[in-house]
Nanobody, 128 residues
Framework: QVQLVESGGGSVQVGGSLRLHCAASGDTVNPYCMAWFRQVPGNEREGVAAMFTGGGPDYYADSMKGRFTISRANGETAVYLQMNSLKPEDTAMYYC?????????????????????WGQGTQVSVSS
């Protein structure tokens, strides 16, 4: 079992930045494919970025490339999501997900959102 806790959300103005953090606890001896998703009420959840904590490249949904960067946190099973040049349409609940699977990250299937573990989410609000 793994527990995921997101933090770092908040309210910012257009053009601002935020860095989200997702920390995993529990069974973290093995590496995970960890990903960020976001969802606005009434809309489908959409993938943002993913990476395998054991190493390798990072992956992004096409619409998220350029302003979002996922990275590993040193010394822990955790990832960050750096969000720059934020826009009002980035307003959403951001969720972290994890699964002990390299192929989920590598094959792009992470975008389907079928993960074993999910956090509770952290709200990001961007105002103009």
């Amino acid at each position: 079992q793994v527990q995921l806790v997101e933090s770092g959300g908040g309210s910012v103005q257009v053009g601002g930045s935020l860095r989200l953090h997702c920390a995993a606890s529990g069974d973290t001896v093995n590496p995970y494919c960890m990903a960020w998703f976001r969802q606005v009420p009434g809309n489908e959840r959409e993938g943002v970025a993913a990476m395998f904590t054991g190493g390798g490249p990072d992956y992004y949904a096409d619409s998220m490339k350029g302003r979002f960067t996922i990275s590993r946190a040193n010394g822990e099973t955790a990832v960050y999501l750096q969000m720059n040049s934020l826009k009002p349409e980035d307003t959403a609940m951001y969720y972290c997900a994890a699964e002990r699977s390299f192929t989920k990250c590598y094959t792009g299937s992470w975008l389907q959102g079928d993960f074993d573990y999910w956090g509770q989410g952290t709200q990001v609000s961007v105002s103009s």
